[in-house]
């Protein structure tokens, strides 16, 4: 397969969009969200989200699951991408943290970063057992991630940062989740299995901010 993942599916949703009823083309449309054939470098939130969302409704008009495969690995891809950047943005926050309640947080950051790693790790066998390619390219990663990967100054910045990521790390895997219905109950297993530490992790953080 040479063809990269992210061509593949656009080729695919180029074609399913064709036939589609007028309010998915109008979602479609907005935000200028055109797929980028080159990996393009989309940055910001809404976008990165708005375009998630357009994929589960590209792949719930399909009739099987056969026909489907693409999509799922393209969005098991924009979740990989996206537990990379968490891994990253919390390895960052691990070394950087300072301040009163800087060691305590530190190393929660650190347990938090192992678990996205773990994560990604799952992701991309699951990839894998799906007969697509995990794309681990350090190109466009942060355009492929939904979260961002922000530095942030204080100790509370990060903890805010952190909790943005894991808020919509959560709305995405539930749209994977409810998409993937019976369609695929093993990779709606272990997003639902993800999702649940994803849970663990906002709330961990929510208690931070609370103590500040
Ligand atoms: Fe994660
Ligand atoms: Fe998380």
């Known amino acids: 397969m ?6 593949r599916v656009a080729g695919q949703q180029a074609g399913a969009q064709s ?3 007028g309010s998915t083309s109008a979602s479609a449309s907005g ?3 055109a797929t980028q054939p080159g990996g393009g470098f989309l940055s910001d939130i809404a976008t990165l989200r708005e375009r998630a ?6 792949g719930a008009v399909t009739e099987n699951y056969g026909a489907d495969r693409e999509t799922v690995l393209k969005l098991l ?7 990379l950047v968490c891994v990253l943005r919390y390895r960052r926050h691990h ?3 300072k301040g009163i309640h800087a060691e305590s947080v530190s190393s929660e950051f650190k347990v938090h970063a192992d678990e996205e790693q773990a994560h990604a790790d799952r992701i991309a066998a699951r990839i ?3 007969g697509g390619e995990p794309d681990f390219s350090p190109d466009g990663l942060s355009a492929r991630s939904h979260s961002q990967y922000v530095e942030a100054g204080s ?3 990060m903890i805010k940062e952190n909790l943005v990521a894991e808020r919509i790390a959560i709305e995405s895997y539930r749209e994977m989740v409810q998409y993937l219905g019976d369609r695929d109950p093993t990779t709606r297993r272990m997003l639902e299995e993800i999702l649940a530490v994803e849970e663990e992790h906002a709330d961990e953080l929510a208690d931070m901010l609370a103590e500040g």
Do not use: C, S, W, Y
């Open 53 to 58: 969302r357009r994929h589960i409704e590209d």
């Open 95 to 97: 070394f950087m943290a």
């Open 2 to 7: 040479d063809i990269p993942v992210k061509d």
């Open 128 to 130: 894998v057992q799906l």
């Open 77 to 83: 891809n924009e979740a990989l991408a996206t537990e």
């Open 31 to 33: 935000g200028g969200t």
């Open 155 to 157: 100790l509370e910045e």
């Open 19 to 21: 036939g589609q009823p």
